[in-house]
């Protein structure tokens, strides 16, 4: 494997369920982050991590939980989550923090 | 602050014509600027970016973007549109500094027609 990859692809999931989306990146890089992407709707930046810890935290709510056990590792908890949770979550990793972004294909996530 | 402005969140040329995206930026510093490309079902994937060398910037896929801090843009071109070139396209900023994040514009879709 090369570059960002993200599993699963596709999850639906029910409001109670709970889930997590991985993502890993075979770059050697040292930041990774997640985003989530609505229908008309500007990429929303949700969590930065840097050398494993989280130095951005967008006032998400707390039904998405992150974990970054190694750099080259991210994970993404869902719990109890919404219908307008509905979107496309990205994950990407840079060299550093600030520099061009490489991103994973994503995860479509239907709540219904 | 920074934050980063597409003009146009649909733009329809035929093929073979030229291709412009806007892009407009502001910053208190000098910033890094990057141009990503979305193709349906995939994630963003980075066509080129300026960080303070050259003012013109060749990417992948024959497009390329010229900074003009004067006008604080950062337009996207394309001479001749292709079919492929069909996608959505994002402008971005980030500060010099290590910020902890890049700015993303809210997305401009592209469409050929033929």
């Known amino acids: 494997e090369t570059g960002v990859t993200q599993t699963p692809r596709h999850l639906v999931m029910g409001m109670t369920n709970k889930k997590s989306l991985k993502c890993e990146q075979h770059l050697g890089h040292n930041a990774m982050y997640w985003y989530k992407q609505s229908a008309k709707k500007p990429l929303e930046l949700m969590f930065v991590y840097s050398l494993e810890e989280r130095v951005e935290n967008n006032s998400v709510p707390s039904r998405f939980s992150p974990e970054c056990p190694n750099s080259s590792h991210l994970f993404l908890h869902l719990h109890t989550l919404q219908p307008e949770d509905s979107a496309l979550y990205l994950c990407a990793s840079s060299q550093d923090l600030g520099e061009e972004q490489f991103f994973g294909p994503g995860t479509r996530l239907t709540v219904l | 602050a920074q934050s980063v402005t597409q003009l146009g969140s649909h733009v329809s040329v035929s093929e073979g014509a030229l291709v412009l995206l806007r892009c407009n930026y502001s910053?208190?510093?000098?910033?890094?600027l990057f141009w990503y490309v979305q193709y349906p079902n995939q994630g963003l994937q980075l066509l080129l970016k300026?960080?303070?060398?050259?003012?013109l910037v060749k990417g992948i896929n024959g497009f390329e973007a010229e900074f003009k801090k004067s006008e604080t843009s950062f337009h996207l071109t394309k001479p001749s549109a292709h079919m492929s070139d069909a996608a959505e396209y994002f402008c971005?900023?980030?500060?010099?500094?290590?910020?902890?994040?890049?700015?993303f514009g809210s997305g401009t879709r592209l469409s050929i027609r033929p």
């Open positions: 971005a900023v980030t500060m010099y500094s290590s910020a902890s994040k890049i700015i």
């Open positions: 300026y960080t303070s060398a050259a003012t």
């Open positions: 910053s208190s510093v000098p910033p890094y």
